[in-house]
T-cell receptor, first 114, second 114 residues
Framework: AQSVAQPEDQVNVAEGNPLTVKCTYS??????LFWYVQYPNRGLQFLLK??????LVKGSYGFEAEFNKSQTSFHLKKPSALVSDSALYFC????????????FGTGTKLQVIP | EPEVTQTPSHQVTQMGQEVILRCVPI?????FYWYRQILGQKVEFLVS????????KSEIFDDQFSVERPDGSNFTLKIRSTKLEDSAMYFC????????????FGPGTRLLVL
């Protein structure tokens, strides 16, 4: 079965510092990996995805993610955190074949401290 | 930018009552999904829908659940006889293709069953 794991429930980072939110995956076949963000009282917003190609994927709001096949990881990164980045971040994988349900990780709460 | 919308944002109902959650997917999308997130838990897939029929459903999606696209714009989730454990945030999503396509999520409906 496809799965993703987010080992950290919460990540705290000072404003202006680089941030990393970790994700590892376990999939059969080619991994299709996503990051979504959930702001308070809002829905899940798509940030970026990896399907194939370059291992470094750039997305919305200055976020990027690095696909690492040998470590089966897809960590979300941003060079300089903003207070407004504080939210809940979900790593996800899209099951290949069929009509593709998305399988989410447990989420990581990012707190950017002013 | 096109968005998935959902109504109502919040719904409170009595156990045993029927509820209908409504979604308007992005207009040119053909694939529709429902997910739910019980408080403090993962976002879980419920059902996918294409060409006026269910493509895939999870074990959560039992006989008390049904989905429908009653017209060209709405996509609904009906829970026939709500249970306390149906209390959750319900997310609708849509995509414009089945294969490797990003699913875009609505803001969710928070359902509370008393």
């Amino acid at each position: 079965a496809q799965s993703v794991a987010q080992p950290e429930d919460q990540v705290n980072v000072a404003e202006g510092n680089p941030l990393t939110v970790k994700c590892t995956y376990s999939v059969s076949g080619n991994p299709y990996l996503f990051w979504y963000v959930q702001y308070p009282n809002r829905g899940l917003q798509f940030l970026l995805k990896y399907i194939t190609g370059d291992n470094l994927v750039k997305g919305s709001y200055g976020f990027e993610a690095e696909f690492n096949k040998s470590q089966t990881s897809f960590h979300l990164k941003k060079p300089s955190a903003l207070v407004s980045d504080s939210a809940l971040y979900f790593c996800a994988t899209l099951n290949s074949g069929g009509y593709q349900k998305v399988t989410f990780g447990t989420g990581t709460k990012l707190q950017v401290i002013p | 930018e096109p968005e998935v919308t959902q109504t109502p944002s919040h719904q409170v109902t009595q156990m045993g009552q029927e509820v209908i959650l409504r979604c308007v997917p992005i207009s040119n999308h053909l694939y529709f999904y429902w997910y739910r997130q019980i408080l403090g838990q993962k976002v879980e897939f419920l059902v996918s829908f294409y060409n006026n029929e269910i493509s895939e459903k999870s074990e959560i999606f039992d006989d008390q659940f049904s989905v429908e696209r009653p017209d060209g714009s709405n996509f609904t989730l009906k829970i026939r006889s709500t249970k306390l454990e149906d209390s959750a945030m319900y997310f609708c999503a849509s995509s414009d293709g089945p294969a490797r396509e990003t699913q875009y999520f609505g803001p969710g409906t928070r359902l509370l069953v008393l």
